[in-house]
Structures are given as C-alpha cells and as structure tokens.
C-alpha cells in the first residue's frame, strides 16, 4: 500500500482526489484482476500498473469536468469590468446553465461533453455511444442529430427558464 502511495505521489496525484482515495480503488482493482495476472511480471508490478491507471482515470474525469465547465460558463465569468449587478447577473446566469445541463438525460449530456469537450468525431463516438446508451443511432448522421437536439434543447431549457435570450 506505502509503495502504490509513493508511487502516486511521486507522479504528482491528482488535485482533486486525496491519493489515499486513489490507493483504495486501487487496490480493489487489484482484487478484481487477480485471475488475469499470468506472473510474466511481478505482482508489484501489476499493482502499479493498476494505480497509475486509476490515477490518469481520476486526472481524465477531472480535465473532463473542468472543460464542460468551461465551455458552458466560460463566457459568464467576470471580468473586472463588472459592477455589483451584473455580478449577481452572471452568478444567476452561469447558475441556469448549470441546471439545465443537470436537467439533460444522460446520452444529451455525454454527447455533448463528448463533442464539445473532448472534441471527438462523430465516426470515433458512434460505437462508444452504442456501447453505453444502445443501438437506437445508428449512423454518424443519427448521432449528428442527437447532438443538435441535445444542444438545442439545453439552449431551450435555459430560455424557458429566463436565464439566456
């Protein structure tokens, strides 16, 4: 446990989550995959592998994060050039996209972090859509207009709710 630790330490853990976190998904890991360790390698090894692993999963989720933030808020920042009521203005503003994003169904929200976010193609994002939400779409066309919709309809959302023109 100390070594896979160290070891995360040492490739600079993660902002978000405490290296001890890192260290327990681990080594649950660990346990799941011992039937497919073949002892070509040490056992030390694998479980490093494992960690690191986990640890680039954890930094991912959060650049992840980070970028959908950014991009549906980016522009409600403040820019110094603000006085108090426009401050409370953008607070209520980058609150409503917030929500309305929350407010999506999951394949609305993975198709467009997928796209905006990540900046995947449409070609690389079809299989892993069908993967994860079924083969309801199934061309680079079909997929193209979830994503229109999904955008369309967070845009909407935020209408209704008075928080954008």
Do not use: C
């Not at 100390?2 to 346990?31: F, K, S, Y």
């Not at 933030?69 to 110094?80: A, I, Y």
């Not at 603000?82 to 607070?91: F, S």
């Amino acid at each position: 446990v100390l070594t896979l630790a160290r070891v995360l330490e040492r490739r600079g853990g993660t902002r978000v989550e405490p290296t001890e976190d890192l260290v327990q998904t681990a080594i649950l890991r660990l346990l799941e995959g011992l039937e497919r360790f073949e002892s070509r390698s040490a056992l030390r090894t694998f479980a490093i592998g494992i960690a690191l692993n986990v640890q680039r999963e954890a930094i991912t989720r959060e650049q992840r994060r980070r970028r959908l933030q950014e991009h549906f808020v980016s522009d409600l920042e403040p820019t110094g050039e603000h006085g108090p009521e426009d401050l409370v203005a953008l607070a209520e503003l980058r609150r409503g996209a917030l929500e309305a994003l929350a407010r999506l169904d999951a394949a609305e929200r993975w198709i467009l972090e997928a796209r905006l976010v990540e900046g995947a193609r449409y070609g690389e994002l079809l299989p892993r859509y069908q993967a994860k939400f079924g083969h309801h779409i199934a061309t680079e066309v079909g997929l193209r207009g979830a994503f229109f919709n999904a955008r369309q309809r967070l845009l909407e959302l935020m209408r209704r709710d008075g928080r954008r023109a």
